[in-house]
């Protein structure tokens, strides 16, 4: 009875000590193909703010919670322009005879 306890306590500990050497080796596997780091894009000198512009409806200085316009209204001015049409795009211009 001795000896099967004391074999049964012998296989689960070499069980537990071969997953602890498999986490570890997963470790070590895991550290030696990690992807190298990226560098600190925040240490780059940029300016957190976008530079003064004027707004495209009405000329005063665009607000930066509403960029680029000055306001919710001229925000809502250029929606209705772009829905109803106002903004045109021209076609293509076609080369004529002396241009070929």
């Known amino acids: ?3 099967s306890k004391n074999k049964k306590n012998r296989e689960s500990k070499t069980k537990k000590s ?3 050497t498999n986490s570890e080796g997963m ?3 895991t550290q030696m193909y990690r992807m ?3 560098p600190n894009l925040i240490e780059k000198k940029t300016s ?3 530079p003064p512009h004027p707004c495209p ?3 005063q200085m665009a607000q930066q919670n509403v960029y680029p316009f000055c306001s919710t209204r001229c925000q809502a001015i250029d929606l209705n322009r772009w829905l109803s049409g106002s903004y045109i795009f ?3 211009l076609q080369k004529t005879d002396e241009e070929k």
């Open 90 to 92: 021209p076609p293509p």
């Open 57 to 59: 409806i009405c000329g």
């Open 27 to 29: 470790q070590q596997i």
């Open 36 to 38: 190298p780091k990226k």
């Open 18 to 20: 071969n997953i602890r």
């Open 1 to 3: 009875m001795n000896r």
């Open 48 to 50: 957190p703010t976008r």
